[in-house]
């Protein structure tokens, strides 16, 4: 299966938020923080996973929606879109990132991304929209070094 990421454009808005609701994700793709989205897509043109990336603060990113389309691709796919994201997010200058999730997400932790604990969760995380809309909701915090340990 041909797949292409690329970043997202204004044109993809509609199709973003009926793939994100499709999974559940009940928010704006463009809100009040401005967030960068990649997307994927397979030989037919259709959207198949979206994930964006927030700064919340000097060289701190927030991953979120990250999304694929289950019924068309899988748990392999899932995994290379993630290290794709993260490589998104190391270009755009990002040196550590964090993501929001429900539950015991255990294919994060195989790719880097290790659990914050609530009083370490850094402030302007805690201060920005998505995590005051989504912590109830994904209350756990996971955090990924993307910087190389010299």
């Known amino acids: ?58 060289g701190e990113g927030l991953l979120r929606s990250l999304v694929i389309d289950s019924e068309k691709t899988g748990a392999v796919f899932l995994m290379e879109f993630l290290e794709t994201a993260t490589a998104f ?27 914050v604990a609530p009083d370490h969760i850094p402030k302007n995380l805690k201060q920005s929209a998505h995590y005051r809309k989504n912590a109830v909701r994904s209350p756990q915090v996971m955090h990924m070094s993307l910087t190389v340990n010299k």
């Open 1 to 58: 299966m041909g797949v292409i990421v690329r970043k997202a454009e204004s044109e993809d808005t509609l199709r973003l938020q009926r793939l994100l609701a499709k999974a559940g994700v009940m928010e704006q793709v463009y809100d009040e923080e401005p967030t960068e989205f990649i997307v994927a897509e397979n030989e037919q043109n259709e959207l198949i996973g979206t994930a964006g990336i927030t700064e919340i603060g000097k």
């Open 89 to 115: 997010a190391k270009k755009k200058g990002f040196g550590s990132l964090y993501i929001l999730t429900s539950g015991k997400q255990s294919f994060l932790g195989q790719m880097g991304f290790s659990p």
